[in-house]
């Protein structure tokens, strides 16, 4: 949820679409709006949602109701109401969920099987509220132990704290645009099985989609503002500090004012985001992240996550790998130029292995109601996979290409480039280069393309526009645009450099 | 004295208006206050009644003599929002006036509580109660046949649709928000009672605020939850019942609502206002969460290694509601000390038990399994003062 900045998108944009037009639909996926549910107060802005065992959808809204979609008769039936601002659920069984609601995670469960909720049962409330509106509680996750990760956002300046506030309240951490002035607004939180609460991880800004990998990596998206040069994807681990100092205050150790400290101490401090989303170009407000398991019916992308964005009618699509002991990896759209809306959300399976797709607005860009995804099982014509090689990319596509396009190097137009880390909101791209390609090696099957830079440089974003390339068969690429946030190189990776000036 | 004053003003300065004849104005004001006449809606102030009754005094609305005349002929069916508040209820026409009458009651409108407007004449009145069209006005046809004479008075006055929460007015069964109450921690509950009482319970203190039953529900929580999440919820009345809280001072009144202090009054570690004394008991209460008896909720509290249940009701006698009955359970039972608020709005009783002038309720352990605390509104209560409504 962030402010578009045309300053810092400008030259991004132009590249990523300038070159030769938007994204075509492509037509292997169809995408239908659900009806609505009835919610009384007629919001249609979907905040949560997940699958019942039974394959019913569940759904909660921003008026706090929350709702089950039986598919095979289309009809909607209320399960609860009266939550204040719930931004994530989890169907543990069709009369039990958990629910991420502004003051607390709560188990919400129908004990008398009449299909409504009667009994609301704090999880956790052990963290604070100091009554700023942007101090939102983000999209809970199973730790598949019987705990669950969740996301505090930070307040905002766009408005101060309210007269009585719950848990200790924290000067030092009041300063600076975005505040965390109560425990532990900025953190990712733990809660486990035992009871006990506590900040797992440190310095998000508002982490608006919680989610893992098949593996059970946890993953958080964060948006672009202070202390985030562009939205961001984190590898979320235990202890680390992420980059948005405010909630260093609840660091065990730190002593500081997070706003007051040197920015080369915090960037020495922070641990790197395994996916940086250019803003502007990929994305402007990420939201939930989402594992593509195999019984998910949408390509052969298994094991990759799908991103949401609230600002574009876009899904993206993520890869990631292990290099020099940390994840990184590319972004690439995923279902652009489709009716999807803008708002996307959050996302969940159905048991058919289709998508649901949830759309929210509040008081930014975005949109509402559900969409739902379904794939006619050809072959989309993508990028599959983008890997690191010691000089340059590996990439993988869905269908054997035209090799005469792919072999010529002005298919292949890379830039590099790197946002800056400091306390002012968002970064324009700095060290922004053309690299140019020395070489392209396409593999025997047709469906592998080996590019070898002039350079590729450790900790840059390095990105593509794909130019003109058809399959083998004629397909266009559908979405030709992909971005792979180099960290670290498969061998001799430089000190990492603080990026805090050019 | 203040309609001299305001009309001397108007002489000043606005040449183009004819003075109001004096006779004219005491005639208005005599129809405007008579019993059961604009008066009971629009109140003697002219300022309404927040949320339902438009103001007259400063209403943006009255720029238009003829829509002014228009409205009171025909009468306006729905919700307006008159300079940029929006208001519920609905105007009937008014038919019981003739031609002089309505028109000394506008001109008296058109120069009371500091307005500036014009002198109406009966002529005016008769030629419209004629000619204008015979349906009541929408507020999407009165805006259109007597248009705002700017783009910005009519962003601030005109249709606006209501919500969910406009339109209850009459509370069958409970209505349970959580949203942000004024007077509480962020983490409240904004509760309806059929009855038309209404309670905050404050999940981050663990305990009732407060209890009020005038003015209706909260207002506008729509705006809260469907928005970036900033506005307090509003209400109109004021509290009956108040919970003490140690740490609030009168003179904080005015900061409760609002969302941007630099610092808080308090923080919930700050304070031990929980109303529950049990001997040997020193933890901090902490908040289990409400299981819904028949749609009402019953807050669950922990404290110590007790459990104490709350579950509010409305008081009924004879057929009216009258107050709340707070239906506490200990478990396992100790015995302990209850400590109330005494106000002069309200009674307090006990099922069990006296409660002393201090509102301490003390009781043994078998009485504390089970036990009922009502809190009456006292019908003939004393109109307070802002400043003594405590910590609203």
């Given at each position: 949820?962030?402010?578009?900045?045309?300053?810092?998108?400008?030259?991004?944009?132009?590249?990523?679409?300038?070159?030769?037009?938007?994204?075509?639909?492509?037509?292997?996926?169809?995408?239908?709006?659900?009806?609505?549910?009835?919610?009384?107060?007629?919001?249609?802005?979907?905040?949560?949602?997940?699958?019942?065992?039974?394959?019913?959808?569940?759904?909660?809204?921003?008026?706090?109701?929350?709702?089950?979609?039986?598919?095979?008769?289309?009809?909607?039936?209320?399960?609860?109401?009266?939550?204040?601002?719930?931004?994530?659920?989890?169907?543990?069984?069709?009369?039990?969920?958990?629910?991420?609601?502004?003051?607390?995670?709560?188990?919400?469960?129908?004990?008398?099987?009449?299909?409504?909720?009667?009994?609301?049962?704090?999880?956790?409330?052990?963290?604070?509220?100091?009554?700023?509106?942007?101090?939102?509680?983000?999209?809970?996750?199973?730790?598949?132990?019987?705990?669950?990760?969740?996301?505090?956002?930070?307040?905002?300046?766009?408005?101060?704290?309210?007269?009585?506030?719950?848990?200790?309240?924290?000067?030092?951490?009041?300063?600076?645009?975005?505040?965390?002035?109560?425990?532990?607004?900025?953190?990712?939180?733990?809660?486990?099985?035992?009871?006990?609460?506590?900040?797992?991880?440190?310095?998000?800004?508002?982490?608006?989609?919680?989610?893992?990998?098949?593996?059970?990596?946890?993953?958080?998206?964060?948006?672009?503002?202070?202390?985030?040069?562009?939205s961001k994807l984190f590898h979320i681990q235990d202890g680390r500090f992420y980059g948005h100092a405010a909630s260093l205050v609840w660091k065990d150790g730190f002593e500081g004012v997070p706003?007051?400290?040197?920015?080369?101490?915090?960037?020495?401090?922070?641990?790197?985001?395994?996916?940086?989303?250019?803003?502007?170009?990929?994305?402007?407000?990420?939201?939930?992240?989402?594992?593509?398991?195999?019984?998910?019916?949408?390509?052969?992308?298994?094991?990759?996550?799908?991103?949401?964005?609230?600002?574009?009618?876009?899904?993206?699509?993520?890869?990631?790998?292990?290099?020099?002991?940390?994840?990184?990896?590319?972004?690439?759209?995923?279902?652009?130029?489709?009716?999807?809306?803008?708002?996307?959300?959050?996302?969940?399976?159905?048991?058919?292995?289709?998508?649901?797709?949830?759309?929210?607005?509040?008081?930014?860009?975005?949109?509402?109601?559900?969409?739902?995804?379904?794939?006619?099982?050809?072959?989309?014509?993508?990028?599959?996979?983008?890997?690191?090689?010691?000089?340059?990319?590996?990439?993988?596509?869905?269908?054997?290409?035209?090799?005469?396009?792919?072999?010529?190097?002005?298919?292949?137009?890379?830039?590099?480039?790197?946002?800056?880390?400091?306390?002012?909101?968002?970064?324009?791209?700095?060290?922004?280069?053309?690299?140019?390609?020395?070489?392209?090696?396409?593999?025997?099957?047709?469906?592998?393309?080996?590019?070898?830079?002039?350079?590729?440089?450790?900790?840059?974003?390095?990105?593509?526009?794909?130019?003109?390339?058809?399959?083998?068969?004629?397909?266009?690429?559908?979405?030709?645009?992909?971005?792979?946030?180099?960290?670290?190189?498969?061998?001799?990776?430089?000190?990492?450099?603080?990026?805090?000036?050019? | 004295?203040?309609?001299?004053?305001?009309?001397?003003?108007?002489?000043?300065?606005?040449?183009?208006?004819?003075?109001?004849?004096?006779?004219?104005?005491?005639?208005?004001k005599a129809l405007y206050e008579a019993a059961g006449s604009c008066v009971a809606c629009h109140m003697p102030n002219g300022k309404g009644q927040p949320g339902s009754i438009p103001p007259l005094?400063?209403?943006?609305?009255?720029?238009?003599?003829?829509?002014?005349?228009?409205?009171?002929?025909?009468?306006?069916?729905?919700?307006?929002?008159?300079?940029?508040?929006?208001?519920?209820?609905?105007?009937?026409?008014?038919?019981?006036?003739?031609d002089a009458e309505l028109a000394s009651i506008l001109t008296y409108v058109n120069f009371a509580w500091g307005n500036q407007g014009e002198v109406v004449d009966a002529s005016r009145v008769a030629?419209?109660?004629?000619?204008?069209?015979?349906?009541?006005?929408?507020?999407?046809?009165?805006?259109?046949?007597?248009?705002?004479?700017?783009?910005?008075?009519?962003?601030?006055?005109?249709?606006?649709?209501?919500?969910?929460?406009?339109?209850?007015?009459?509370?069958?069964?409970?209505?349970?928000?959580?949203?942000?109450?004024?007077?509480?921690?962020?983490?409240?509950?904004?509760?309806?009672?059929?009855?038309?009482?209404?309670?905050?319970?404050?999940?981050?203190?663990?305990?009732?605020?407060?209890?009020?039953?005038?003015?209706?529900?909260?207002?506008?929580?729509?705006?809260?939850?469907?928005?970036?999440?900033?506005?307090?919820?509003?209400?109109?009345?004021?509290?009956?019942?108040?919970?003490?809280?140690?740490?609030?001072?009168?003179?904080?009144?005015?900061?409760?609502?609002?969302?941007?202090?630099?610092?808080?009054?308090?923080?919930?570690?700050?304070?031990?206002?929980?109303?529950?004394?049990?001997?040997?008991?020193?933890?901090?209460?902490?908040?289990?969460?409400?299981?819904?008896?028949?749609?009402?909720?019953?807050?669950?509290?922990?404290?110590?290694?007790?459990?104490?249940?709350?579950?509010?009701?409305?008081?009924?006698?004879?057929?009216?509601?009258?107050?709340?009955?707070?239906?506490?359970?200990?478990?396992?039972?100790?015995?302990?000390?209850?400590?109330?608020?005494?106000?002069?709005?309200?009674?307090?009783?006990?099922?069990?038990?006296?409660?002393?002038?201090?509102?301490?309720?003390?009781?043994?352990?078998?009485?504390?399994?089970?036990?009922?605390?009502?809190?009456?509104?006292?019908?003939?209560?004393?109109?307070?003062?802002?400043?003594?409504?405590?910590?609203?």
């Open positions: 949820m962030t402010h578009l900045t045309l300053r810092s998108a400008l030259c991004l944009w132009l590249f990523a679409f300038g070159l030769s037009g938007a994204a075509r639909t492509s037509p292997t996926f169809t995408v239908e709006a659900l009806p609505s549910p009835p919610s009384k107060f007629k919001t249609q802005q979907i905040d949560g949602m997940d699958v019942l065992p039974d394959g019913r959808l569940a759904v909660c809204l921003p008026s706090g109701e929350v709702f089950f979609y039986q598919p095979a008769d289309q009809s909607w039936a209320l399960f609860a109401e009266g939550l204040h601002n719930p931004l994530g659920l989890i169907a543990l069984a069709t009369n039990e969920l958990i629910i991420a609601q502004r003051p607390e995670l709560t188990r919400v469960r129908d004990t008398d099987g009449d299909g409504r909720a009667d009994d609301f049962e704090v999880v956790t409330d052990q963290f604070g509220m100091s009554g700023n509106y942007h101090e939102f509680n983000f999209t809970p996750v199973s730790d598949g132990k019987g705990g669950y990760y969740f996301g505090l956002g930070t307040g905002s300046q766009g408005d101060g704290v309210r007269a009585i506030v719950r848990g200790a309240f924290n000067d030092r951490a009041r300063a600076g645009r975005m505040h965390a002035s109560t425990p532990f607004r900025g953190c990712i939180m733990h809660h486990s099985p035992e009871g006990v609460t506590r900040p797992f991880a440190f310095g998000v800004r508002t982490p608006n989609g919680l989610g893992t990998d098949l593996k059970g990596n946890l993953f958080v998206t964060d948006n672009q503002g202070d202390w985030v040069g562009s706003i007051e400290t040197p920015v080369e101490t915090l960037a020495k401090m922070r641990s790197r985001a395994c996916v940086v989303f250019p803003h502007g170009s990929m994305a402007n407000s990420p939201t939930k992240v989402m594992a593509i398991p195999p019984e998910a019916k949408v390509g052969p992308f298994t094991g990759q996550l799908l991103v949401g964005e609230m600002n574009k009618a876009r899904i993206m699509r993520v890869m990631l790998e292990r290099v020099g002991g940390e994840l990184q990896g590319a972004c690439v759209p995923f279902f652009d130029g489709s009716p999807l809306r803008t708002g996307c959300n959050r996302m969940a399976w159905a048991p058919d292995g289709s998508l649901y797709v949830g759309h929210t607005k509040h008081s930014w860009a975005g949109n509402r109601g559900i969409n739902h995804i379904r794939w006619n099982g050809e072959i989309p014509f993508e990028i599959q996979n983008m890997e690191i090689t010691e000089d340059g990319f590996h990439f993988t596509f869905t269908k054997p290409i035209d090799v005469e396009t792919a072999k010529k190097p002005e298919t292949w137009p890379f830039e590099r480039y790197y946002y800056r880390y400091h306390q002012s909101y968002g970064s324009k791209p700095f060290d922004l280069v053309k690299v140019p390609v020395e070489s392209v090696r396409i593999s025997e099957d047709a469906k592998e393309v080996t590019i070898k830079l002039e350079e590729l440089r450790a900790w840059h974003v390095h990105q593509t526009v794909v130019q003109n390339l058809k399959a083998a068969d004629g397909t266009p690429l559908t979405n030709r645009y992909i971005a792979y946030t180099v960290n670290r190189l498969l061998s001799d990776t430089p000190d990492e450099p603080l990026q805090t000036s050019e | 004295m203040l309609l001299a004053m305001a009309a001397m003003a108007l002489a000043e300065t606005s040449e183009n208006a004819p003075f109001p004849d004096k006779d004219q104005l005491a005639k208005g005094a400063g209403s943006e609305w009255l720029e238009s003599t003829d829509r002014s005349i228009a409205i009171s002929l025909r009468g306006l069916a729905g919700p307006i929002k008159v300079n940029g508040k929006r208001y519920y209820s609905a105007m009937p026409p008014q038919l019981l006036f003739n030629r419209a109660r004629k000619e204008l069209p015979p349906n009541v006005y929408t507020p999407a046809s009165i805006t259109k046949a007597f248009p705002f004479q700017e783009k910005a008075l009519s962003k601030r006055n005109g249709p606006y649709k209501p919500d969910y929460d406009d339109q209850l007015t009459h509370v069958t069964e409970p209505v349970v928000y959580r949203t942000f109450m004024p007077g509480a921690s962020p983490a409240a509950f904004a509760v309806a009672l059929p009855g038309n009482h209404y309670y905050c319970w404050d999940a981050g203190e663990s305990r009732l605020r407060y209890v009020w039953s005038k003015g209706g529900f909260i207002k506008g929580n729509q705006r809260h939850w469907s928005s970036n999440g900033k506005p307090v919820a509003q209400f109109d009345g004021l509290p009956y019942y108040t919970a003490r809280s140690s740490l609030l001072k009168p003179e904080h009144a005015e900061l409760l609502a609002k969302t941007d202090h630099r610092a808080p009054i308090y923080d919930t570690t700050q304070v031990d206002d929980f109303p529950f004394d049990i001997a040997g008991v020193d933890a901090k209460p902490r908040f289990l969460g409400v299981r819904l008896i028949d749609g009402f909720p019953q807050f669950r509290v922990r404290f110590g290694a007790h459990e104490i249940r709350e579950t509010i009701r409305v008081d009924k006698r004879d057929g009216l509601a009258t107050g709340v009955v707070r239906a506490f359970e200990v478990e396992p039972p100790a015995a302990l000390t209850l400590s109330l608020t005494p106000n002069a709005l309200a009674q307090l009783s006990a099922s069990v038990g006296s409660i002393d002038e201090a509102g301490l309720l003390k009781l043994d352990a078998k009485q504390a399994a089970a036990f009922q605390v009502t809190i009456t509104e006292k019908p003939d209560a004393p109109v307070p003062t802002s400043t003594e409504g405590g910590n609203r």
